[in-house]
C-alpha cells in the first residue's frame, strides 16, 4: 500500500464548459495532514474543480501538480496509488456485490492479468472494516441504498491507499450517526497523515470537521483560511442569502444556528 504524502497544488486554474467560465484562476493546495472542506452554492464549481484537481477534466489554462510533477507527466496507474476519488453515489451499470467494488479501488496495484493477492485483500477487508460495511459485502451494489452506495465508495477509496482523498459530498445521504462517525473517521485519517479534501453543503460540517475552508464562489477561491475566520455569520448570509448566527460552544467549537 502506497503510504506517501504529498502535495497537490492547483495554480491558475481556468475552466469553461459550453462558453461559460466555471473557474476563473483558482490557486489551491492539499497536503498530507490538512481536511480542507470546499464549500460553494449549487452549480458554483465545486465538482468541476476536484475533476480538474483529479485530472479528469483538463483546464484551459493553469496546470495541477502532484509533488511538482504536472498530473499529465503521471501515469493514471501512478497517479491512482496516489489520489483516490469518492464520487456522489451513482448507480452502477453491473451488479458488483459491495466486496468486488471495493476490491477495484485495488486495481492499480495488479498487473494486466494479476489476481488480487494477500495484501490486496487485506486492504479491501480493512476498508470494509472500517466503514462498517461487512453486513453489506455480498449484497450486489446495484441494489443498495444512496447511503450504502456511498459508504462503499468511500471503502473503494480508502482500499486503494493512496494518501489523498478527493471526496465530494461524502456525507450526503448518509443517516446522522453514519455522517457523525464518517466525519471523526476522516480526522483520524488526517491524524494518520492523509490529506482530504471534502465538498459539503453544510457549514456545520466544515466547522466540525476541516483544518481549512475555501469557499469557491463566481469562478474564484474567494476565500482559504481556518474555519472560524470563513464561516461568519456574514459570509454565510452573503453566500447562501439566509440570516444565521454562529454560537461558540463548549470545546471551543462553533455551531450554526437557523
Ligand atoms: N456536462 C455538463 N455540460 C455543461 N455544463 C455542465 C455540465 N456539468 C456541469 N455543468 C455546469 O457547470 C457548472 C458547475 O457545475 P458543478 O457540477 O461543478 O457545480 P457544483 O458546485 O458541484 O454544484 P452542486 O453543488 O449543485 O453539486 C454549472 O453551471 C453546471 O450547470
Redesign the pocket.
Known sequence: MSMEPGVLRACGLRFE??G?T?LDGIDLSLASGDILALL??????????LRCLLGLLRPCAGQVSLDGAPLASLSRQRLACRLAYVPQAHVAPFPFSVREVVTLGRLPYQGPFGAAGATDLDAVESAIDQLGIGALAERPYTELSGGERQLTLIARALAQGARLLIMD?PVSGLDFGHQIRLLRHLERLAADGYGILK?T?HPDHALACASRVAV?HQGRIEVDDVPDKVLTPERIRRLYRVDVEVLRVSGGRSVVIY
Open positions: 464548459r459550453a461559460r466555471v460553494g452554492v449549487n452549480g458554483a464549481g465545486k465538482t468541476t474543480l459530498e465538498t453543503h469557491l
